[in-house]
C-alpha cells in the first residue's frame, strides 16, 4: 500500500485461519467492508484474494450498460 511506512515491518497473515481470527477480532471496531479492507491493508501483510474469499461482498457486481451502435 502506498499508505503503508516501508520501515515498519507489518504482521504477515499467510493463511485463512490466522486471516479469519483476524477479521472476526477486527469485526467489533470497524462499521464497514470498505472500512476492514483499510485496517487490514494498513496494518498487516495480506493476501488480497484471501481477504477477499472471506469478507462477503456488500454490493452487487456492476452491471455494465451495453455499448451504443
Known amino acids: 500500500m502506498l499508505n503503508a511506512d516501508p520501515l515498519l515491518a507489518r504482521p504477515k497473515l499467510v493463511n485463512a485461519t490466522l486471516l479469519a481470527?483476524?477479521?472476526?477480532?477486527?469485526r467489533p471496531r470497524v462499521r464497514s467492508s470498505a472500512e476492514m479492507w483499510r485496517v487490514l491493508t494498513d496494518h498487516y501483510v495480506v493476501d488480497l484474494?484471501?481477504?477477499?474469499?472471506?469478507?462477503?461482498?456488500?454490493?452487487?457486481?456492476?452491471?455494465?450498460?451495453?455499448?451504443?451502435?
Open 21 to 26: 481470527h483476524t477479521l472476526d477480532g477486527l
Open 49 to 69: 484474494d484471501d481477504v477477499a474469499a472471506l469478507l462477503p461482498a456488500a454490493e452487487p457486481e456492476t452491471q455494465w450498460l451495453s455499448a451504443r451502435d
